[in-house]
Nanobody, 116 residues
Framework: QVQLVESGGGLVQAGGSLRLSCAAS????????MGWYRQAPGKQRELVAR???????NYADPVKGRFTISRDNAKSTVYLQMNSLKTEDTGVYYC??????????WGQGTLVTVSS
C-alpha cells in the first residue's frame, strides 16, 4: 500500500517562500505522475502543478513563474518550491500520486497560510 506524507506547510507573509515535500512509501511502481493540488476555503480542490515520469511539468496559470515542482526518484519524493507567495495561495495543499493503471493516492494535506 502506498502512502504519501507531506511536510513544509506553515504561515508566511506575502512575498515570502515555502517549500513543500511529499515522500512516497510502500509498494511504489508504475508511477505515471505526481502532483500538488490545493483547496482554498469554500472552493474546490484544484491542480497546482504536476510532474510526470519523464519530468515534464505543467502548472496552473496563477502559479506559473512563481512555483516550481521537482522530483527525486531515488527518494520517491516530490517537492513544490513556492516563491512570491500571495494571500490567494492560502489553502490546504495535497500531494497526489497517479499510477499508469489510473490508481491514485492522496496525502493528508498540509496547510499553507499567506498573510498580508
Amino acid at each position: 500500500q502506498v502512502q504519501l506524507v507531506e511536510s513544509g506547510g506553515g504561515l508566511v507573509q506575502a512575498g515570502g517562500s515555502l517549500r513543500l515535500s511529499c515522500a512516497a512509501s510502500g509498494s511504489i511502481f508504475a508511477i505515471a505522475a505526481m502532483g500538488w493540488y490545493r483547496q482554498a476555503p469554500g472552493k474546490q480542490r484544484e491542480l497546482v502543478a504536476r510532474i510526470d515520469s519523464r519530468s515534464s511539468t505543467n502548472y496552473a496559470d496563477p502559479v506559473k513563474g512563481r512555483f516550481t515542482i521537482s522530483r527525486d526518484n531515488a527518494k520517491s519524493t516530490v517537492y513544490l518550491q513556492m516563491n512570491s507567495l500571495k494571500t490567494e495561495d492560502t489553502g490546504v495543499y495535497y500531494c497526489n500520486l497517479a499510477t499508469t493503471t489510473d490508481f491514485e493516492v492522496w496525502g493528508q494535506g498540509t496547510l499553507v497560510t499567506v498573510s498580508s
